[in-house]
């Protein structure tokens, strides 16, 4: 017997619109990603798509957005494993950071394609900012800085992340030369030199009850405890 197909919810929608324009600019770049590529390839009618999307703009910062969600949520799920000191959770950062550059080239594509947008000026200021904000957030016990010099120095350091990821992408450095260049420019930047690189183990870190305020209950790992505000993101991811 025939059966009627399920429905799709609003949101099960557009995530399956989502998930296809992924596909679509993995094998045919950005340039390929269109209102009409995308219904054709999702196999639904163009209004459905022009519902969720509008605009080819509007369909490039939505992926955008998730894009650059999953790749916050698995740096996120990275630092929650890394090990104790400044240096491990440095090469955390670095590796998880690289993984996504090559695991997720469509990221790159779909900023690309949104060069000038005033729209996407907005979305990429506020997600270099989340970055900051997570990476100073785990470095802080290792680092003398005041939080405002640690937050500035980390946005540098994401700058240089960015370029070392095109070089990696240009296949001008490999994983291990990105990661271990990336791990060195981030502990430059805590400003305590080869002592903030001991971190917890020299007793740089913050005390249990300093732990406790800025970054979660006793007994949990900085790295842990400083990506809980993460979590949201990256369970949306």
């Known amino acids: ?19 296809t324009a992924v596909a679509i ?16 390839e999702a196999g639904v009618s163009r209004p459905v798509v022009y519902g969720h999307f509008a605009t080819r703009p509007g369909l ?5 957005r998730r894009l650059d ?21 440095a090469r955390a950062i670095s590796t998880a950071y690289f993984a996504c550059a ?12 949104l060069k000038g947008s005033p729209e996407m000026e907005a ?16 470095l802080r016990p290792y680092s003398p800085l005041a939080p405002k010099d640690l937050g500035l120095r980390c946005a540098g350091v994401l700058g240089a992340a960015d370029a070392l990821a095109a070089e990696l992408n240009r296949r001008r ?16 930047s805590l400003g305590g030199g080869a002592e903030a690189g001991r971190g917890a183990e020299s007793g740089a870190g913050p005390t249990e009850t300093e732990t406790e305020t ?24």
Do not use: F, N
Request: glycine share 8%.
């Open 1 to 19: 017997m025939a059966t009627t197909p399920t429905r799709l919810s609003k949101q099960a929608r557009r995530e399956q619109l989502l998930d």
């Open 123 to 138: 979305v990429r200021h506020d997600s270099a900012d989340r970055y900051a904000e997570l990476m100073a957030t785990v």
């Open 60 to 64: 490039l910062l939505a992926l955008h």
């Open 25 to 40: 600019v993995r094998t045919r770049g950005a340039d390929g990603l269109t209102l009409v590529t995308l219904a054709e």
């Open 173 to 188: 450095a490999t994983d291990d030369e990105a990661v271990a260049a990336l791990t060195g420019l981030i502990m430059g």
């Open 69 to 89: 969600e999953r790749h916050r949520a698995a740096v996120t799920r990275a630092l929650r494993s890394a090990a104790t000191g400044a240096d491990a959770v």
């Open 102 to 113: 090559t695991d997720m080239p469509e990221l790159g594509a779909v900023t690309a394609a």
């Open 214 to 237: 800025e970054a979660g209950p006793a007994g949990a790992g900085p790295a842990e405890a400083g990506v809980e505000a993460e979590t949201e993101a990256g369970a949306e991811a």
